[in-house]
């Protein structure tokens, strides 16, 4: 038997069932309002509702990473996925957004350091890492090279969004940053992480509207 089917058309419906279920089932006693409306919009982008106990924040990190945003700093991003995820119309000042892993000489970079080629692309970054929110969303070595970066003497950014994924390296290196107290922080523990989440986290702190 085909249709008619009995499902919600409505976009703006869904978003708002959706938070709304979010809001119901999921565990935000912790957080600030601001973490809050984040962790929902991280809840959102992988549909499970346990992450929320996974989920942690710096202190002052959304107001860093809010303050950073209207003021016009670009983000800068490990991977394309994150790059091209994000919602330029919830920007608040036209930010830029970078993505360096396929810029001429990343190849040859990551063989004169010995690591990946994600790693090696934020070298490309130079100054634009002052005061910018950074978003890692995909690989481990990212976020471990970005701490190697401020240890060697690079310019902080406002903000770290440090949720790569995967089995070898994501939970260590997120926990390396957590124990970093140069900037401020956000992560989801352990082994999850990825693209959609870190995005998710970005268009969340873009704008206050949901």
């Given at each position: ?8 058309r ?46 942690r ?28 995820g994000?919602?330029?119309a ?9 993505c ?21 692309a ?9 005061g ?8 481990p ?27 070898v ?16 922080w ?16 970005v ?8």
């Amino acid at each position: 038997m085909s249709g008619p089917y009995d499902y919600i058309r409505d976009g703006a419906a869904i978003y708002e069932k959706s938070f709304a279920t979010i809001r119901a089932e999921a565990d935000l006693a912790r957080f600030t309002p601001a973490e809050a409306r984040v962790a929902v919009r991280v809840i959102h982008a992988c549909g499970l509702v346990g992450v929320a106990r996974h989920i942690r924040f710096a202190p002052g990190f959304t107001a860093a990473a809010e303050a950073a945003l209207k003021r016009g700093a670009p983000i800068l991003c490990d991977s394309r996925m994150v790059a091209h995820g994000i919602t330029r119309a919830r920007l608040p000042a036209n930010n830029e957004i970078l993505c360096t892993l396929d810029a001429p000489g990343v190849p040859e970079r990551a063989r004169a350091i010995g690591n990946t080629r994600s790693a090696a692309a934020l070298d490309l970054w130079g100054e634009k890492l002052d005061g910018a929110l950074v978003a890692i969303g995909n690989a481990p070595t990212a976020l471990f090279h970005l701490l190697e970066l401020l240890d060697a003497g690079a310019p902080p950014p406002a903000a770290v969004i440090g949720m790569p994924v995967g089995f070898v390296g994501a939970a260590e290196s997120k926990e390396t940053l957590a124990a970093d107290n140069r900037v401020p922080w956000m992560i989801v523990e352990g082994r999850q992480g990825g693209s959609a989440m870190a995005v998710a986290a970005v268009n969340a702190l873009a704008t206050e509207r949901e």
